[in-house]
């Protein structure tokens, strides 16, 4: 797979990580309709993540996060080392 898409599965990683609690991959998968297994391999960069996907694990993510639904999307798509360039 593409590095993007290894970007964008760390990312997703990164941020379920910061929900208070830690939200665990068989939570977001549940979420977002997906296996825990499907969720692991976008994470480990092993999948692409389509935009409904993004659309629908930002929603999730958005009600654990002080950050806004267009913020995570970002976030994902655009990982912190990419703005910073």
Do not use: W, Y
């Not at 930002?58 to 912190?80: D, F, G, R, Y």
Request: glycine share 4%; hydrophobic share 40%.
């Amino acid at each position: 797979m593409s590095n993007d898409t290894k970007r964008h599965g760390a990312a997703l990683r990164a941020l379920r990580l910061q929900c208070d609690p830690p939200m665990r991959q068989g939570a977001l998968a549940e979420r977002v309709n997906l296996t825990p297994a499907m969720i692991s391999q976008i994470e480990n960069g092993n999948r692409r993540m389509s935009i409904a996907l993004l659309c629908r694990a930002a929603e999730c993510l958005a009600c654990h996060l002080p950050m806004t639904k267009q913020q995570i999307v970002l976030a994902i798509v655009m990982p912190e080392e990419e703005t910073t360039k």
